[in-house]
């Protein structure tokens, strides 16, 4: 179900915002719930709070997202 909804949503989307920002938005969005998983250790997972470093890196992308948009 999940699947289909991502897809649905990226050839939705594809002719609207471009290839290259969906997929972009694709990659800071798993990035982004990555580092919630691993900041309260959901699923199991040994937590690893998210430092500067981390958050940075975050921030970087959500900034190369807004340039490829441009």
């Excluded at 999940?2 to 290839?19: D, E, K, Q, S, V």
């Excluded at 199991?44 to 959500?62: N, S």
């Amino acid at each position: 179900l999940f699947g289909a909804a991502f897809i649905a949503t990226a050839i939705l989307m594809i002719p609207r915002l471009g290839a290259a920002t969906v997929l972009a938005l694709i990659v800071v969005g798993q990035m982004l719930c990555g580092l919630v998983i691993d900041h309260v250790g959901a699923l199991g997972v040994t937590p690893h709070p998210a430092g500067v470093a981390r958050l940075l890196g975050a921030a970087l992308l959500i900034l190369g997202v807004v340039l490829v948009r441009r």
